[in-house]
């Protein structure tokens, strides 16, 4: 089946930087599979002319050779220009260097298109990009803008189903205006939906046409399966089957500090450190690190030895742990609902998507040991000039002990809780439901 291309956030970053007198070659950056290549084909229906170079197709081969050679970028251009066919005129044509990791002198290039073609639109791409660029670690620097691209957040899935009427009605609420409880349950609805289905383009679109939760699992299988194949591409120095059951460790570890142990108790820590490391750095794992939160930014105190590591996707989640859908789908136990911390991985997720796409976003926690009386924090976040803890709960009962322990060190005026509940705000808690948790972020 076609993927039908739906609007992304990332759409108005990349006409923005399109519009630009000053523009700097584009680097998108992000794991495999979450649409960069159809974003940017997006993007080129707005131009006269439009090259795409995959640097992994035998047929641009002799492309490749051509950035080995000691001639100028216009000079490059114009052959370019030559072999596909299309004008390469500044201003008029999207020039696209898609799999550029497969050519590591087109990467080194990419400067000099700045320097001698300003005016040039270039963007370039790869799968496994992050690797090439550790290879390069000053290859361009003040020359390349990097954009950073993430699977589809909550909004964007409502989005991709035409549900747009619904999501505006979820962006305006806010603790003090909270939604229509008919809206609120709709959202929980596809809330739940969205926990099984994720945010991979693939999964989501063949949602949209079919709503086949089977397919999309028989989907989620696939990407998987070519993740792991991946890793043997990675690092050469580390084994693919250490990377996978790190993986596999994420997934099975859940809340709480990663315990390099429990990923393989033969192995040194070092060793799963790297793995782990390795999956970081390609986008499928994102770390949850303790900050200090004395004062902003976050990450200038941080405990490197408290740690929580995140799936990057929900739905790829409860697939590598095989949780039955229909809890998900049916439950309105919250303990059901989180097996594997997937609500905590949501929350994560989706805080990382509500950042900015030319910054690579970080995720802070807040932890504090003492005897008989541990206090944690899911999530601390930077608002403007305020810092903001978060709890992720399973109602409005309870006292919250680790959030008012933080208030009070921290002398904050409030805290969030995000949970199954609607919109509401009472003493110095503010509640957001789950499901626009980025709300919290972006009013």
């Known amino acids: 089946m076609a993927m039908k ?11 923005e930087w399109k519009k630009e007198r000053d ?3 584009l680097l998108l950056r992000g794991a495999r599979q979450v649409g960069k290549t159809s974003a940017v ?3 080129a229906e707005s131009f006269e002319y439009y090259i795409e170079i995959d640097f992994l197709s035998s047929d641009n081969s002799d492309i490749a050779a051509l950035f080995s050679q000691n001639i100028s970028t216009k000079d490059l251009c114009q052959k370019i220009a030559v072999i596909k066919g299309i004008p390469l005129e500044e201003g008029k044509t999207l020039l696209f260097l898609d799999e550029i990791q497969a050519c590591p002198r087109a990467i080194e290039k990419l400067r000099y298109f700045y320097e001698e073609i300003p005016k040039l639109h270039l963007i370039a791409a790869g799968s496994l990009l992050e690797f090439a660029l550790e290879e390069l670690p000053s290859f361009g620097v003040g020359r390349i803008r990097s954009v950073f691209m993430y699977p589809l957040s909550f909004e964007e899935f409502l989005t991709f189903q035409n549900l747009t009427a619904l ?14 409880e008919i809206f609120h349950k709709r959202l929980l609805q596809e809330f739940r939906n969205f926990l099984i289905l994720g945010g991979m383009p693939e999964v989501d679109s063949y949602w949209c046409e079919t709503h086949d939760f089977l397919k999309c699992r028989q989907i989620q299988n696939d990407l ?16 693919a089957t250490r990377i996978q059951e790190v993986f596999r460790s994420v997934a099975i570890q859940g809340q709480g500090k990663f315990v390099y142990r429990k990923a393989n108790p033969d192995l040194r820590t070092e060793q799963i450190k790297s793995a782990l490391e390795t999956l970081i750095l390609a986008g499928l794992v994102y770390p949850v690190t303790h900050t200090c939160a004395n004062g902003i930014p976050l990450g200038a105190e941080l405990r490197e030895d ?5 799936y990057f996707d929900t739905g790829l989640l409860q697939r590598q742990l095989n949780l039955k859908a229909e809890d998900i789908l049916v439950s309105d136990d919250f303990d059901v609902i989180n097996k594997g911390a997937i609500a905590e991985t949501f929350v994560g997720t989706e805080l990382m998507k509500a950042g900015s796409f030319y910054e690579k976003n970080e995720l802070y926690c807040w932890h504090r040991e003492e005897p008989g009386s541990n206090a944690e924090v899911d ?3 930077q608002n403007g000039s305020e810092i903001i803890p978060i709890e992720v709960k399973a109602s409005k009962k309870g006292s919250m002990q680790s959030l008012r322990r933080f208030l009070a060190l921290k002398e904050k005026p409030y805290g969030i809780r995000t949970s199954l509940e609607n919109f509401s705000e009472y003493n110095d808690i503010k509640v957001y439901p789950l499901y626009a948790i980025k709300n919290a972020v972006e009013n």
């Open 224 to 239: 998987l399966i070519s993740y792991n194949d991946d890793f043997s591409k990675y690092r050469k120095k580390i084994p």
């Open 306 to 310: 408290y740690k929580r590591m995140i």
């Open 41 to 43: 084909r997006h993007l």
């Open 167 to 180: 999501r505006d009605e979820m962006n305006n609420a806010s603790p003090r205006k909270p939604l229509d």
């Open 5 to 15: 291309y739906t609007e992304r956030k990332i759409d108005n970053t990349l006409l």
């Open 23 to 25: 523009r700097k070659p």
């Open 379 to 381: 999530y601390v976040i």
